[in-house]
């Protein structure tokens, strides 16, 4: 199981990291992503890496201010988001998923098979 935490209200230009703990995933798991959705629309993939390294892809969207890592020793993957907008206003989602097949971790929500709950984020003055 996912846990994401770290959401909330920021005000526009603001920033917020978000956590998301994966020591409850037992299946085996070769990626790791971050997306965000809003209610009718589809799940907008926004980050990723695969588990054997610690380079991570971004959408163009959010290249330049989203930063993603990971702390190993303590399960948890990261989101840093700098200079938010409204616009970034959305339900934001870490999943993990099987891909082995791919030497980079591929920006889709279909290739990702578990998912956290969901953390709420708001950016409003």
């Known amino acids: 199981q996912l846990v994401e935490t770290g959401g909330g209200l920021v005000q526009p230009g603001g920033a917020l990291r978000l956590s998301c703990a994966v020591a409850?995933?037992?299946?085996?798991?070769?990626?790791i992503g971050w997306f965000r959705q809003v209610p009718g629309d589809l799940r907008d993939p926004l980050a990723c890496l695969k588990t054997r390294d610690n380079s991570p892809r971004y959408a163009i969207s959010v290249t330049g201010r989203f930063t993603m890592s990971r702390d190993n020793a303590k399960n948890l993957v990261y989101l840093q988001m700098n200079n938010l907008q409204p616009e970034d206003a959305s339900t934001y989602y870490c999943?993990?998923?099987?891909?082995?097949?791919?030497?980079?971790?591929?920006?889709?929500?279909?290739?990702?098979?578990?998912w956290g709950q969901g953390t709420q984020v708001n950016v409003s003055s």
């Open positions: 999943a993990v998923g099987p891909d082995h097949v791919h030497k980079q971790c591929i920006l889709n929500a279909s290739k990702y098979n578990f």
């Open positions: 409850g995933v037992t299946a085996d798991y070769h990626s």
